[in-house]
């Protein structure tokens, strides 16, 4: 699966510049799926790949979903997650891992 070989390629490359990972997501929309099932299947491995770097899991009511990522000297990038597959969150997340600020 693509989103498995995305998990795969991050392996564990989080850290260097990116801080911190953030995701926001709704309990229950329709709209927060992917991203839901994406933790589901891939976050236990990204975390085991990276145990000490910060990956957190927002949940909120009728939020929409949202990949926010903190570089060093506090800049942050945020991605909309809203109504993506599992295959598209896991790219979204690619490639705000590998890009710079």
């Not at 795969?8 to 926001?24: D, N, P, Q, T």
């Not at 329709?30 to 891939?42: K, L, M, N, Y």
């Not at 945020?78 to 969150?89: C, G, K, M, W, Y």
Request: glycine fraction near 8%; charge should be positive.
């Amino acid at each position: 699966k693509m989103a498995a070989a995305a998990v795969r390629g991050i392996g564990g490359g989080l850290g260097r510049s990116l801080r911190e990972l953030r995701i926001h997501l709704c309990q229950r929309s329709p709209g927060s799926r992917g991203v839901r099932d994406f933790i589901e299947q891939h976050y236990v491995t990204l975390k085991k790949a990276n145990p000490d770097f910060p990956i957190l899991i927002r949940e909120c009511s009728g939020v929409q979903p949202k990949l926010w990522a903190r570089y060093e000297f506090g800049k942050e990038k945020s991605v909309p997650l809203n109504n993506l597959t599992v295959d598209e969150v896991a790219k979204a997340l690619e490639n705000i891992v590998k890009s710079k600020v």
